[in-house]
Structure formats: structure tokens, C-alpha cells
């Protein structure tokens, strides 16, 4: 089982569109969650953390269900500079290592 | 905003031969890491190093793979007889501090390592 397994897509919504993310991971002694977004061929640059009771930052909200090992990542009026590949990212207990999953594409068309 | 910086931004070698990745983390950071990205696939976790040791690495980091931290700036990453499968982007990140989910690690724009 992939240690975080997501969606790869891609996902095309129109401008203005609500669309969602989700995310699944096997370690259940994770500790930390994040959403990065990577532009193509750039560095992954983090969006937000996630909080196990869930958080907004403007147009975007995360939800983690630690029970289910799931991560979502909700994005409201979609624009076109949206359009990358959303990464979720875990962290291990160890402390340092970030495990990523492998992206889902996201395309905001006009 | 402080950043995160690389060179080269692209570096082209023989296979067999040794790269020297550099990067200067974030100044006042004290955790700094090593990630990877082939082309098409995931960003991969290589090593994590503090208080000028390895705290954490990954089976991709093996001894052809070594890290050093050789003055109050740059962090290295050696790879020392290249193969064709080391081709990838590789990323540097630091952070502040690590454990807790509002100490994020920043990720500079890497360095393009082709393989011939």
C-alpha cells in the first residue's frame, strides 16, 4: 500500500468552480499534514497545514479525519492561477521526513 | 521574505562522475533536507541533517550519497559516481525547527541533475 496514496487526476473544472481533494495515508502515527502546491517543474511551495479540527485560509479548507487516515483539501471559486498539482504531505513522528503523495493535477479553464 | 537557494540550476555530467549540489537554507533554520523528484514522479525524502549530522535518511540514500554542512551557509549534497537513474530534480529545504506542524520546511527551486 502506498504510504500516501491521492487521486493523480487531472481534475478540469471551469473558472469559479468548487472543487475537492482527498487523501489517504497507511501511518497512523503520523503527526503532522500539509497541502503543497507545485507549479510544473518548480519546488513544491506549502499551501496550508491541516488540523484535526479542520482550517480555512480564504478560498481554501483542510479537513483531517485521523480515524480514517484522510485528508481533504476543498478549493470555492476556482481561478485560473489555481491550476497546478496539489501535494499531500505527511509527516512522521521521527520528526523530519516528509512523505509526499503523488499530486493531483488541477486545471482551471476559462 | 528569506529564501531558500540552489546551484546549479541545472547540471549536466558524465555518468560515473561526482556532483556537488549546493544549497544556502534559510539563515536562521537549523534543520536542513535533501529531497528528490524524477521526472513524472513523486518528490522522495533523501536525508535530514542537524546539529551537523545526519538525523534521519532514506534507503535512496545510500554511500554513493553524502551531506555536509562545510560553513555557516551552504548545505552540500555529494553524489559520488553518478548513475543514469540519479537523474532527477533535486530539492534542499530547511526549517526552523521540526515535530510540530507550524514549523514548515522550505523548499528552495532545486537543481536539475541530468545524467549521460
Known amino acids: 500500500r502506498k504510504e500516501v496514496e491521492q487521486d493523480p487526476g487531472p481534475f478540469n473544472v471551469p473558472e469559479g468552480a468548487t472543487v475537492a481533494f482527498n487523501c489517504t495515508y497507511s501511518?497512523?502515527?503520523?503527526?503532522?499534514f500539509f497541502w503543497y502546491r507545485q507549479d510544473c517543474r518548480k519546488e513544491p511551495k506549502l499551501l496550508m497545514s491541516?488540523?484535526?479540527s479542520g482550517n480555512e485560509d480564504g478560498r481554501f479548507t483542510a479537513q483531517l479525519n485521523r480515524a480514517s487516515q484522510y485528508i481533504s483539501l476543498l478549493i470555492r471559486d476556482s481561478k485560473l492561477s489555481d491550476s497546478a498539482t496539489y501535494l499531500c504531505v505527511v509527516e512522521s513522528n521521527a520528526g523530519n521526513m516528509l512523505t509526499f503523495g503523488g499530486g493531483t493535477r488541477l486545471m482551471v479553464k476559462p | 521574505e528569506p529564501e531558500v537557494t540552489q546551484t546549479p540550476s541545472h547540471q549536466v555530467t558524465q555518468m560515473g562522475q561526482e556532483v556537488i549540489l549546493r544549497c544556502v537554507p534559510i539563515s536562521n533554520h537549523l534543520y536542513f533536507y535533501w529531497y528528490r523528484q524524477i521526472l513524472g514522479q513523486k518528490v522522495e525524502f533523501l536525508v535530514s541533517f542537524y546539529n551537523n549530522e545526519i538525523s534521519e535518511k532514506s534507503e535512496i540514500f545510500d554511500d554513493q550519497f553524502s551531506v555536509e554542512r562545510p560553513d555557516g551557509s551552504n548545505f552540500t549534497l555529494k553524489i559520488r559516481s553518478t548513475k543514469l537513474e540519479d537523474s532527477a530534480m533535486y530539492f534542499c529545504a530547511s526549517s526552523l525547527v521540526t515535530g510540530r506542524s507550524t514549523d514548515t520546511q522550505y523548499f528552495g527551486p532545486g537543481t536539475r541533475l541530468t545524467v549521460l
Open positions: 501511518n497512523s502515527a503520523s503527526q503532522s
Open positions: 491541516v488540523y484535526s
